[in-house]
């Protein structure tokens, strides 16, 4: 009963963790080598950008799972010091925020897509 504080605080860490796993789970796919694109038109440039923002999607996507980690971290050693879960919450603020910017991305790639194909 003791530590009761730090038992929830672990709880809610490992769940929000494993909220972020699938999208994780995107940078670790294992492919072939891509090929080279070379752009002669419409259909190339949409390969090519579909490609460059995939990785960075994955980029993101790692990154703010370390940063939910990092606030998580920084949660726990806090021991109640109000400064420093201020600045773990702000953390993991930023990290969902990259992460809705991310899913926000992805919908407006579809959508300029679908725009360049309909026009």
Request: proline share 3%; charged share 10%.
């Amino acid at each position: 009963m003791k530590y009761t504080h730090i038992k929830t605080a672990m709880v809610k860490m490992v769940l929000a963790g494993a909220a972020f796993l699938p999208l994780t789970a995107h940078g670790f796919v294992v492919t072939a080598r891509p090929k080279t694109i070379a752009v002669t038109s419409l259909a190339d440039t949409e390969a090519l950008v579909s490609q460059i923002v995939g990785v960075m999607q994955t980029i993101l996507f790692a990154v703010a799972a370390i940063f939910v980690v990092i606030a998580g971290y920084q949660y726990l050693t806090a021991q109640g010091d109000p400064e420093k879960t201020a600045n773990a919450r702000n953390v993991l603020i930023y990290a969902i925020i990259a992460v809705g910017i991310g899913i926000l991305a992805t919908i407006l790639k579809a959508l300029v897509l679908n725009f360049l194909k309909a026009g």
